[in-house]
T-cell receptor, first 118, second 114 residues
Framework: DTAVSQTPKYLVTQMGNDKSIKCEQN?????MYWYKQDSKKFLKIMFS???????INETVPNRFSPKSPDKAHLNLHINSLELGDSAVYFC?????????????????FGPGTRLTVL | AQTVTQSQPEMSVQEAETVTLSCTYD???????LFWYKQPPSRQMILVIR??????QNATENRFSVNFQKAAKSFSLKISDSQLGDAAMYFC???????????FGKGTKLTVNP
């Protein structure tokens, strides 16, 4: 069974469209993330949710809206797609949200979704 | 802000040989964690090894080991007995204690030659 799954794996769409990427984890983790990997392979965090609550919100256009219906799912909706949105988007999850002295915790990544905006 | 630097965009190694990938980081924190992730052509991000900053002992996972130099803020990855399946992008990452935000370096592309 896949621990962190994303759908779709590939997404090709026209500029201006609205699209969603879904993410599900079956690890029983409390925290989920979205990362963006650009064409130069640079990986940067976008959002993080803990128990359905938004924890991290980096400088991301408000065209991007994460939605967490439950702890096991974190979907990414993108409005009015632009050429610069073309990238690989990774979902990840980890067991716990870190406290002041959090123990080491590992983030488990999904297979990625390659989004191409034409 | 914390930064992670991987100064080698590309590296190559002969099969069965040893290679070391470099990583330096910048932080004023004392509680943090360091990771190496592997990204093969399949795109999946796979955790290779992790190190807690408070531990002096270098982490080891089979053929993978790190050289953690806390004072120098250096965290290099050594791959012994390189195999063709080790060919991938390798990313060094930093996480501050109390945060789940991973900060990644720009990656090193490793080629393994038969």
């Amino acid at each position: 069974d896949t621990a962190v799954s994303q759908t779709p794996k590939y997404l090709v769409t026209q500029m201006g469209n609205d699209k969603s990427i879904k993410c599900e984890q079956n690890l029983g983790h409390d925290t989920m993330y979205w990362y963006k990997q650009d064409s130069k392979k640079f990986l940067k965090i976008m959002f993080s949710y803990n128990n359905k609550e938004l924890i991290i919100n980096e400088t991301v256009p408000n065209r991007f809206s994460p939605k967490s219906p439950d702890k096991a799912h974190l979907n990414l909706h993108i409005n009015s797609l632009e050429l610069g949105d073309s990238a690989v988007y990774f979902c990840a999850s980890s067991l716990l949200w870190g406290g002041p002295s959090s123990t080491t915790d590992t983030q488990y990544f999904g297979p990625g979704t390659r989004l191409t905006v034409l | 802000a914390q930064t992670v630097t991987q100064s080698q965009p590309e590296m190559s190694v002969q099969e069965a040989e040893t290679v070391t990938l470099s990583c330096t980081y910048d932080t004023s924190e004392s509680d943090y964690y360091l990771f190496w992730y592997k990204q093969p052509p399949s795109r999946q991000m796979i955790l290779v090894i992790r190190q807690e900053a408070y531990k002096q002992q270098n982490a080891t996972e089979n053929r993978f080991s790190v050289n953690f130099q806390k004072a120098a803020k250096s965290f290099s990855l050594k791959i012994s007995d390189s195999q063709l399946g080790d060919a991938a992008m390798y990313f060094c990452a930093y996480r501050e204690g109390g945060s789940e935000k991973l900060v990644f370096g720009k990656g090193t592309k490793l080629t393994v030659n038969p």
